[in-house]
């Protein structure tokens, strides 16, 4: 199985609730296990306009799902979710990225990996941290602590949310 690091965001509907909808889709996933979730996490919203703050988590699969496949699977958790793309970094009810797929580098027309912007994103880079023993290395050499020191965490709480609830 690869190791894959998805990343969680909702700004509408309910963000708590659709974050906890893909939770319970994404442990149905077929060939794909959950083996770690983040905290919850406050965000001011990176876009255009005023939006609602974010709240954001990041997973960390171990899949048997190809890339491809795994960016089909969470897009139609996505659409399941009443997701709308209209305006590019407009308000959504759920985003999933696929933030790394185990040491790949992918550049194609739908999916690329690592995810492009992760690298600035608070939102992405804190909740990585948390859940990662070690210092992650991204395929193009960059380390997640180097990454860290670089990325204000202003705007950014960690919440007290469980995401689980049973
Ligand atoms: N901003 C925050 N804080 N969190 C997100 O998940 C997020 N997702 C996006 C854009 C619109 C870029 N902004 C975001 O897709």
Redesign the pocket.
Known sequence: MTPAYIGL?SNLCDPKNQLRKALAALEQLRDTRIERISSLYR?????PGVQPN?L?AVLLLATDLSPIALLDAVQQIELDQGRVRDIR??A?TL?IDLLLYGDLKIDSLRLTVPHPRMQQRN?VLYPLREISDTNLVLPDGSDLDTLLQQCTDVDLIRTEYPLLVN
């Open positions: 965001g965000s001011a919203a990176v876009g974010y954001n970094w407009g959504r985003d939102f």
